[in-house]
C-alpha cells in the first residue's frame, strides 16, 4: 500500500513565522503536490514537483515555495505565514504515467 | 480551461438507500478517478476507470466512464453510515505527462441511520 505521511495534523503559528511542512512518501513516487483545501473552494494546487529538485507552480503559489532535495520527501514552506494562509494542507503523491493521486492525511494550520 | 461540475452538491439520504452522483467535464478525458474525503482526512482513491464505457466496481460502489468522455458516474448501493463525507472526481489536466489533475467540487454524502 502507498503511505503518504505528513509531519503534524494540527498547526497554530504566528503571523509572519516561517513554517514548514514536510511530507514523505515511500513508495518510490516520481511526481509529489501540494495542495490547499478551503471550504467552498475545493482542491486547489499550491505546487508540484515531477523529479528531485524540479518544481512548477500550481494555481495559487504566491506566499509559498516548495523544496524536493530527495525524491522521497517534498517540503512546503510558508516564508512569512499570514492569517489568509489558514487552510487544510494535503500532500500527494503519484507513480507517473496513470494519473493516480494518493493523499496523505493532512495538516490543518492555523495562523493567529 | 477544462473545468469538472459535479452533483448533486450535497445529499442527505437515509440508510440502506442507493446514491448516485455525476461528474462533467466541458472536454474529452482518458481517464476518471473517484476519491472519498473522510471529515478531516486526506481523500482516498476509491476507483480509476481508463476506458471510455469501462464499469468498474469496489465493493458495494460501481462507477462507468461515460461513452462520451465527458462524464463519469459513481453509485453507492445499500448506504451504511460509514459512507459520509465527500465524494470527489477527478481527471487529468490537459498536456500533462505528470500526473496533474483538475478536481470536481465534490459531493457532500450525509446517511442518517
Known amino acids: 500500500d502507498v503511505k503518504v505521511t505528513q509531519s503534524s495534523r494540527y498547526l497554530v503559528k504566528r503571523t509572519g513565522e516561517k513554517v514548514f511542512l514536510e511530507c514523505v512518501q515511500d513508495m518510490d513516487h516520481e511526481n509529489m503536490f501540494w495542495y490547499r483545501q478551503d471550504p467552498g473552494l475545493g482542491l486547489r494546487l499550491i505546487y508540484f514537483?515531477?523529479?528531485?529538485?524540479?518544481?512548477e507552480k500550481g494555481d495559487i503559489p504566491e506566499g509559498y515555495s516548495v523544496s524536493r532535495e530527495k525524491k522521497e520527501r517534498f517540503s512546503l514552506i510558508l516564508e512569512s505565514a499570514s492569517t489568509n494562509q489558514t487552510s487544510m494542507y494535503l500532500c500527494?503523491?503519484?507513480?507517473?504515467?496513470?494519473?493516480?493521486?494518493?493523499f496523505g492525511p493532512g495538516t490543518r494550520l492555523t495562523v493567529l | 480551461g477544462q473545468q469538472l461540475n459535479q452533483s448533486p452538491q450535497s445529499m442527505f439520504i437515509q440508510e440502506g438507500e442507493d446514491v448516485s452522483m455525476n461528474c462533467t467535464s466541458s472536454s474529452i478525458f482518458n481517464t476518471w478517478l473517484w476519491y472519498k474525503q473522510d471529515p478531516g482526512e486526506g481523500p482516498v482513491l476509491l476507483i480509476a476507470l481508463y476506458k471510455a464505457g469501462e464499469l468498474t466496481s469496489n465493493g458495494r460502489l460501481t462507477a462507468q466512464f461515460g461513452i462520451t468522455r465527458k462524464d463519469s458516474f459513481l453509485n453507492i448501493s445499500a448506504s451504511i453510515p460509514s459512507d459520509v463525507g465527500i465524494y470527489f472526481c477527478a481527471g487529468p489536466e490537459w498536456n500533462y505527462n505528470t500526473d496533474k489533475l483538475i478536481f470536481g467540487t465534490g459531493t457532500r454524502l450525509q446517511v442518517f441511520p
Open positions: 500527494a503523491s503519484s507513480l507517473g504515467g496513470n494519473n493516480e493521486q494518493f
Open positions: 514537483s515531477y523529479d528531485v529538485k524540479m518544481k
